[in-house]
């Protein structure tokens, strides 16, 4: 490792003074061998205790033990700390054999390239220190702004690329314009965010149940269950006529046209509930609410709100365009946004990306040999996972981590969600398509404007293809997968690890096997940027993505609920002033800067392929760089041609095979 081009162990035990957690007895970007001892104790026999293939010590790899052997061996590898996800523990964990193997991991690399991350963010803050002039303070809403623009500019411009690995120095789809005094807080922008931002997979269709019961019930949310948290008192006839610009349309009419939509967080709601989470940790204020929208056929302003109801009880206050103050229907899309970024980072991202797929990574390192030919495709898309995610215990959801300290609920609201995700989490929800059909979502009839279908379709297609004819050349019938004893122990131990979620114990057919790699992969390329990326642009902006608000409604001040569109310093306070919005910037950074391989462009460094192999990797690779970046570059064209925002977090350009950051 070139330590001239990395951080010192010392400086890096200063750690960022805004409090980016450092590990605590050594820091994590310190010697390897000073890692080891942070996950591994030492043993009497020394790496035996901590080995992945030995677990609890038969001193066998799993593929080459009996069935019987690899399945009582697999549990005594996982821990289940975080919310009863099962995760590989890190006491046993042995770094020689899983981390710094070179077959999983360029474990040095990538230890370059994190550092260089923490380095870019460590300077950028010193600076903005020396030249803000904010003296430790902010005073205005456009402060809020200068700081964001400060670090989207200057992050990593003096920091060099690392070896393997790209900073993405400016982001991936930054607009100047969007965090300004106007636009954060339009209508039309707070509409969009959901279809194309940082949480694009949480809004559902309002539906009807079937008049005959006979009849399948439609994906989306049952208006019945809908109805019965909404405060009554609260014309949302009305409301929707004042969205759609209709005199007459009623919620019911909007509902069969397909043009009602919600987003609404059961998950956040039993935690925000809970009095034993830490809903009011440090004197923030959570909200689990419902916001209703309509889906219009206007090109330049495709989602509306209607109505914001703060909380899922139906006595909740409810606001809305038509009949709310500029000030509360400002103050009601914070707290949606709020809602919103945290249940994508801490739902979406962190428990069904990083944490579930720790699971299948342990069970095909263990279970299928290197020549294997679902270890070859699946390694490359496993790359740095168990890396990240061992960083990011300690840096970002350990107690003092910054995701815990700058989250509205603390840290014990935060492992409280991770279990309510966990445990809300299926198989199912990992398939791009079904997920769609689920939340009503998939029907561009229905939902005309919706970039994060349209365009991620194009790269859920290359993914289908590429597994069909990669399975295709190893596997001719279902009796060659009924065969195949390594992917049967894979498969057992995938369903022993996610017990209840809709996994079978055995793979009986190659349609069942393709469907299992195409969500694999998915998840670990696709959806991890889709909902990791945008926190970038977005969540490093306490105006566009509030991770924590602090003010109840009934706390705010008659001075404060005098804003105007031209003044609203009064919110200030509201947003957590200078050292959360710093820490907040930070955090989101250090989540989404690193990019650290393309996908599917591993072809060359394919061990064991052969021609057609590499050549089916390649031609997949060459359908994503060319034909499917060209049409996405058509419909950003088109977006942009249409005052819309851009969408570049499907491009192909940009989209990595694994989670590593």
């Not at 994590?28 to 591994?40: D, G, I, K």
Request: net charge negative.
């Amino acid at each position: 490792m070139n330590t001239g081009k990395v951080m010192s162990v010392q400086r890096m035990k200063m750690g960022l003074w805004v409090g980016l957690s450092i590990l605590a007895a050594t820091s994590f970007m310190s010697a390897r061998a000073a890692f080891v001892s942070v996950l591994c104790p030492p043993s009497e026999e020394e790496g035996l205790s901590c080995d992945l293939r030995q677990c609890p010590g038969e001193g066998v790899p799993p593929f080459l033990q009996t069935p019987a052997q690899a399945v009582l061996s697999y549990d005594a590898c996982l821990t289940y700390e975080y919310g009863g996800v099962p995760m590989l523990d890190r006491r046993i964990l042995n770094t020689t054999y899983f981390l710094e193997s070179e077959t999983i991991v360029n474990w040095p690399n990538w230890t370059v390239a994190f550092e260089l991350t923490i380095a870019a963010t460590e300077a950028a803050t010193a600076q903005f220190n020396l030249t803000s002039g904010f003296l430790n303070n902010i005073t205005t809403i456009q402060q809020y702004a200068e700081m964001y623009h400060f670090f989207m500019e200057h992050w990593g411009e003096d920091i060099p690329q690392p070896a393997q690995g790209h900073l993405m120095k400016g982001g991936i789809g930054y607009d100047p314009e969007l965090v300004n005094s106007s636009r954060w807080n339009d209508d039309n922008i707070f509409g969009q965010l959901r279809l194309m931002g940082n949480n694009p997979v949480q809004l559902q269709r309002v539906v009807l149940a079937p008049t005959d019961s006979n009849l399948p019930t439609p994906g989306g949310m049952l208006w019945t269950e809908l109805s019965a948290m909404l405060n009554q008192t609260f014309d949302f006839n009305e409301a929707v006529r004042y969205a759609l610009n209709d005199t007459s349309t009623s919620v019911t009419q909007a509902i069969n046209r397909g043009e009602l939509y919600v987003l609404h967080y059961p998950l956040l709601a039993r935690v925000v509930g809970d009095p034993e989470s830490s809903g009011a940790y440090f004197n923030r204020s959570m909200m689990a609410p419902i916001a209703l929208f309509v889906a219009t056929k206007n090109d330049s302003y495709p989602l509306r709100p209607v109505a914001i109801q703060l909380g899922h009880a139906n006595t909740s206050l409810v606001h809305s365009p038509s009949t709310s103050s500029f000030f509360w229907w400002t103050v009601s899309k914070l707290y949606v946004n709020n809602a919103d970024g945290l249940v994508s980072q801490i739902v979406h991202h962190l428990v069904n990306s990083h944490f579930v797929s720790e699971a299948f990574a342990a069970a095909a390192f263990r279970q299928l040999p290197p020549t294997h030919p679902v270890h070859q495709i699946l390694k490359h898309h496993f790359e740095g996972l168990v890396q990240i995610n061992t960083a990011g215990f300690e840096l970002l959801v350990s107690e003092h981590g910054s995701v815990s300290r700058v989250a509205g609920f603390g840290h014990e609201g935060l492992l409280e969600l991770i279990q309510e995700a966990y445990g809300d989490w299926t198989y199912e929800k990992m398939d791009f398509e079904a997920d769609l059909l689920a939340r009503g979502v998939d029907d561009s009839g229905n939902l005309p404007y919706y970039p994060f279908r349209d365009d991620g379709r194009k790269l859920f297609t290359v993914i289908q293809e590429t597994v069909h004819d990669y399975v295709e050349l190893f596997y001719c019938s279902n009796e060659d997968i009924t065969n195949d004893a390594p992917l049967q122990n894979f498969m057992f131990e995938i369903f022993l690890h996610h017990q209840h979620k809709g996994f079978t114990p055995n793979v009986t057919s190659v349609a069942q096997l393709e469907t299992l790699l195409t969500r694999i992969i998915y998840i670990n390329s696709v959806h991890h940027a889709a909902v990791n990326y945008p926190i970038r642009e977005l969540g490093s902006s306490v105006l566009e993505i509030p991770f924590a608000v602090f003010k109840r409604p009934e706390e705010f001040t008659e001075m404060e609920k005098n804003v105007t569109p031209d003044n609203m310093d009064a919110l200030v306070h509201f947003l957590g002033g200078y050292e959360h919005a710093l820490l907040q910037d930070l955090t989101a950074t250090q989540l989404a800067s690193l990019r650290f391989s393309d996908l599917f462009a591993y072809a060359d460094v394919m061990e064991y392929a052969d021609h057609k192999v590499r050549s089916l990797i390649k031609d997949a690779r060459a359908k994503l760089t060319v034909q499917v970046q060209e049409e996405i570059n058509t419909n950003n064209e088109w977006r942009v041609q249409h005052n819309l925002l851009r969408y570049p977090y499907m491009e192909p350009r940009i989209m990595p095979n694994s989670i590593a950051i």
